[in-house]
């Protein structure tokens, strides 16, 4: 397609060790093609660098960038049905509620929408669980790191008083502690 000017700039013969090797590393045989028909598309006079020939290759037509996708995701107007499954992956509930600068939110969005465009890329089905993360503290709210706090200040306090955990034997020994006497069938 480039003739000289590939060869001028990439040389005669294939090396596995060349940076287009290594860039295109992992990608599909409809991957490359779909690559290879976004340059003619475009029609470039020059051959591209191998990480843009990457972002083409990996390029799908009328997919929104992460920050649109994000911004329809909370607006509920999808133009794209990777950001309307990223989006139910997530919860819709959620993010109608949530705000442009949910980061949190729009973390857990982010990667549910990047694992369907990989899907979409593959051939995959869109819809399907996606496993949750390894997550870690700085990744939650203030408000979600006091109520963990909060409840495991509440639970050592239960253990403390040997209050039972289980349900039963909490109304049992609460019953006990009052002096409340029930048959068994006098509480049905």
């Not at 993010?95 to 949190?104: E, G, I, N, Q, Y």
Request: one cysteine or more.
């Amino acid at each position: 397609m480039y003739g000289t000017r590939w060869t001028a700039s990439v040389g005669d013969c294939p090396d596995q060790d060349h940076a287009w090797s290594t860039v295109l590393g992992g990608l599909n045989g409809r991957e490359i093609a779909n690559g290879l028909n976004v340059l003619v598309e475009r029609g470039l006079e020059w051959p591209p660098s191998a990480p843009e020939f990457r972002r083409m290759c990996l390029h799908i037509p009328g997919l929104p960038s992460a920050v649109e996708a994000w911004a329809q995701a909370l607006s509920g107007n999808y133009t794209h049905e990777t950001v309307k499954v990223a989006a139910e992956l997530t919860g819709t509930f959620e993010l109608r509620k949530a705000r442009l600068c949910d980061r949190h939110l729009q973390q857990q969005f982010d990667r549910n929408f990047s694992i369907v465009c990989q899907r979409l890329r593959k051939g995959e089905p869109l819809a399907g669980e996606v496993l949750a993360g390894i997550g870690h503290d700085s990744q939650k709210s203030p408000a979600e790191l006091s109520n963990e706090y909060h409840e495991q200040l509440l639970r050592q306090r239960i253990e403390q008083q040997g209050v039972p955990s289980d349900p039963a034997a909490a109304r049992a020994a609460m019953l006990a502690a009052l002096g409340i006497k029930r048959d068994s069938h006098a509480s049905h």
